[in-house]
């Protein structure tokens, strides 16, 4: 897993977010990978890209669950930018042997079209441009319920975490190996 405070249960007990309970489904159903979690809250697509080759190097990943962008959206960098560096960090992934799962993110609505919408477009032509596969809204389901998340409404909480693993579960479980159980 590699991503930002979405991936990293900001705000939460590490155990509480979504990849903690994405490690212990995989336990539960016999699959036998080892989950490795390198968000780090506040993570850019530029610090991510610096960090990824140390990373794919360290734990010779499998699959590599990408979610990064959030970040670089808030602070209203440019949509190209992130999308290059994004894809250099899918090369990166596949020249190592990983599979590649993209975990789309959506920026609040305040942000307005002229921004949000190209930005959210990005992460379905990445998809297309490497041909992985692409969890189109990480958020889905959770983003949009007070009741699911935290006070700052940017991070999902404790109730939310269980529903964002299940989001990314139907796009994770197709690239699961077999042999791993």
Known sequence: MFGDSLSAAHGLA?????????RRRLQAQGYGYRV??????????????????????????????????ANDGLRGLAVA???????????????AG????????????????RYGAPFAAEYGELARQFDVPLV??????????PRLMQSDGLHPNALGEPIVLDTVWPYLQPLLDERAR
């Open 136 to 145: 189109p809204f990480l958020l889905a389901g959770v983003a949009l319920d």
């Open 14 to 22: 590490r155990e509480q977010g979504w990849v903690a309970l994405l």
């Open 98 to 113: 990983a599979k590649v799962l993209l975990l789309g993110i959506r920026l609040p609505p305040n942000y307005g079209p």
């Open 81 to 95: 930018g992130i999308h290059e560096r994004l894809a250099e960090m899918i090369r990166l992934c596949e020249r």
């Open 36 to 69: 490795v979690n390198a968000s780090v809250s506040g993570e850019t697509t530029t610090g991510g890209l610096a960090r990824l080759p140390l990373a794919l190097e360290l734990h010779e990943p499998r699959i590599v669950i990408l979610e990064l962008g």
